[in-house]
């Protein structure tokens, strides 16, 4: 079955440094790949997304670009800051008939200090 | 924006009780799920729910789970008596449709604790 298998955190930073969160997956098919993240105390959002290989998502200066012959999907970002401190989530969708259950990693707590 | 509302934010249950998890949905949006996730776990799919109807469950949803819509606007997930190992928050999402690039939008998670 689909399954997803992310670094384990937590990983902390200074401000302005460089993330990267690693994201690989095993599935059969060809699904969709996301990244959710969950700030405290509130629920899950979705960060980006990407439908097929190849194609890059970004979003708040993050990125994660779908690679089919590595099957990864790992989430970088150039400069945090303190308010990306948060837990990551990267996660796939099945394929057709399941085609939306989302099969989540562990999560990767990020921390970023001033 | 519109979001998914979850309620309650924790509920604790006495051990063989049934709980309610109540969950109201965006409007427009046809698709409805649970999911949950152990302390220290992964966030494990539940239940897809769909025209009134479930359309698909994972193994953990046993026959102690059940879900519901009951007026249109609620999503609910009943459990009939709780297990210590039940304990875990609970996030409700719903989504606009049902394709495998759709997003998710999450509730902010009900914690239920066990006891």
């Known amino acids: 079955g689909n399954s997803v298998t992310q670094m384990e955190g937590p990983v902390t930073l200074s401000e302005e440094a460089f993330l990267t969160i690693n994201c690989t997956y095993t599935?059969?098919?060809?699904?969709?790949l996301f990244w959710y993240v969950q700030y405290p105390g509130e629920g899950l959002q979705l960060l980006l997304k990407a439908t097929k290989a190849d194609d890059k998502g970004s979003n708040k200066g993050f990125e994660a670009t779908y690679r089919k012959e590595t099957t990864s999907f790992h989430l970088e970002k150039g400069s945090v800051q303190v308010s990306d401190s948060a837990v990551y989530f990267c996660a796939l969708s099945g394929t057709y008939p399941a085609g939306n259950k989302l099969t989540f990693g562990g999560g990767t707590r990020v921390l970023v200090k001033p | 924006e519109p979001e998914v509302t979850q309620t309650p934010s924790h509920q604790v249950t006495q051990m063989g009780q049934e709980v309610i998890l109540r969950c109201v949905p965006i409007?427009?949006?046809?698709?409805f799920y649970w999911y949950r996730q152990i302390l220290g776990q992964k966030v494990e799919f539940l239940v897809s729910f769909y025209n009134n109807e479930i359309s698909e469950k994972s193994e953990i949803f046993d026959d102690q789970f059940s879900v519901e819509r009951p007026d249109g606007s609620n999503f609910t997930l009943k459990i009939r008596s709780t297990k210590l190992e039940d304990s875990a928050m609970y996030f409700c999402?719903?989504?606009?449709?049902?394709?495998?690039?759709?997003?998710?939008?999450f509730g902010q998670g009900t914690r239920l604790t066990v006891v």
């Open positions: 409007s427009n949006h046809l698709y």
């Open positions: 999402a719903s989504s606009e449709t049902g394709g495998a690039n759709t997003e998710a939008f």
């Open positions: 599935a059969t098919g060809y699904p969709s």
